[in-house]
């Protein structure tokens, strides 16, 4: 990655990462009430990458997961929560750093395995995710059936 660099994410980079967030998730409501406590969570972490301006131009959020992670042998497992990077710096090396940065966090808290996932239409990830060293293990679709309340199918 050339210039600014990553690092990890605090209090005082909130509205910069909230605008990233937007960008990846549009749909997202998250108050910065909730954003600043997920970074005081040990079992999550947060970087940014920036430009040589100091404008944040990337983000990945991780959590350290104990439950079963699709794929995977052990427990916990590093995941990758989110990854974004600016369409206008993609394929320049931010990913791969923010991802790297995650990687170093995993194996500081004990991790063997870091895991991901990614829409099973979003071939554009798949290829990210595969540069980046990651391995498919499976594909999953999930599905949903409304319930009414008085006990008759929808």
Known sequence: ??????????????AAWMQLRRALWPEADDTA?????????????????????GVAI?????????DYVNGTQTSPVG???GLYVVETR??????RALVDAVERWTREHGCSELASDALIDNTVSHAAHRAY????????????????ADGASR
Do not use: I, N
């Open 133 to 148: 060293g990651f391995e498919e293990t499976e594909r999953v679709v999930y599905f949903r059936k409304p319930l009414s």
């Open 1 to 14: 990655m050339s210039a600014g660099g990553v690092r990890r994410a605090g209090a005082h980079d909130l």
């Open 79 to 81: 995941f990758v929560e």
């Open 90 to 95: 993609r394929r320049s090396g931010v990913g």
């Open 33 to 53: 009430d909730a954003l600043r406590a997920q970074l005081q969570c040990d079992d999550t972490a947060v970087w940014l990458a920036f430009d040589a301006d």
């Open 58 to 66: 990337g983000f990945a959020e991780a959590s350290l997961r104990r």
